[in-house]
């Protein structure tokens, strides 16, 4: 293994890079050993990447030993041939735990996607989790029958014609587009994450590393009806975490009233976090850090 580039972001804890296969694929790992044997293993979202969560473990205690993961498709992992389909980031992880937490219950934290992930694993495998903290995977908004037409040609429209994600001309211009949608974050931060989430081309500009088929619609529609039954599964005890100004969390509206979350998460705890957005890993690290530790110290076995 080696360690991680460096940019002007100072790590505390420099990860391990490693590459472990699994479901035919070669998934990317970054690893912050520590004196704690049982991991807390790390799920990023939609666009982002395991190593961002740098931020995050620079906060917690130097004894925990952490694991993120490149999702298929997404930072340094491999990417599947053709599309991607959320069942698969659950069969994923299944097989993933397997080989790196084989015989006991994990701490699984997973942002937006990420969250959406873990809870999902959650309730489809109880036995498997001790803990479970979602910071802003809620799900996403209720759909009808009615829309199956339309989505169904824009997909199939979409994958005629391809997607692509925008290119940048330098890494100082994709950091300049972060700090306008996160201007919570520090400049230090910022640069940390575009190189983290970019490679640079042949001709010197910049793409991210993550496969344009992403961008491509879902066929399938939501159902938040199933989801809900997966997480009234749940069995580990949970903690819910919002950012006070997160954009998701206002268009999800009435979706996220507490007394709503309690009836469905029955072993849920509820947490908001002051002044930040959804990229609240990224913004107020330390913050984050302090609720998941309240959190672990207060459910201890």
């Known amino acids: 293994m080696t360690s991680s580039h460096s940019t002007t972001y100072r790590a505390l804890r420099a990860p391990q890079n490693g590459s472990i296969e699994a479901r035919g694929l070669k998934f990317h790992l970054y690893r912050w050993p520590g004196a704690d044997p049982d991991p807390l293993v790390l799920l990023h979202g939609w666009g982002d990447s395991g190593e961002t969560f740098q931020f995050l473990v620079d906060c917690l205690p130097a004894e925990r030993t952490c694991i ?112 306008r949608r996160n201007p919570r974050t520090p400049q230090d931060r910022l640069d940390f994450i575009a190189r983290s989430w970019g490679q640079e081309r042949e001709d010197g500009t910049i793409e991210l590393r993550a496969d344009p088929k992403h961008k491509r619609v879902n066929p399938v529609l939501y159902s938040r009806e199933q989801a809900e039954a997966c997480w009234r599964a749940i069995e580990a005890p949970l903690l819910f975490v919002l950012g006070e100004q997160s954009d998701l969390v206002k268009r999800m509206g009435d979706e996220l009233e507490e007394h709503k979350l309690r009836a469905l998460f029955r072993t849920g705890r509820f947490a908001t976090i002051p002044d930040v957005g959804h990229m609240m890993h990224h913004e107020r690290p330390e913050q984050v850090a302090a609720v998941i530790e309240e959190f672990l110290d207060g459910t201890r076995a």
Do not use: C
């Open 68 to 179: 993120a993961i490149d999702l298929r498709g997404f930072g340094r992992t491999q990417r599947p041939v053709d599309g991607y389909w959320f069942p698969d980031y659950l069969a994923d992880l299944d097989a993933l735990l397997d080989q790196l937490v084989p015989d006991a219950p994990i701490d699984l934290v997973g942002h937006s996607m990420g969250g959406n992930i873990a809870m999902l694993y959650a309730g489809v495998r109880p036995q498997r989790l001790r803990r479970v903290i979602s910071l802003e995977g809620f799900g996403m908004s209720r759909t009808t029958p009615e829309q199956a037409p339309a989505r169904y040609a824009q997909w199939l429209d979409e994958v005629k014609h391809g997607s692509e994600f925008n290119v940048y001309q330098s890494y100082e211009q994709l950091v300049r587009v972060l700090a």
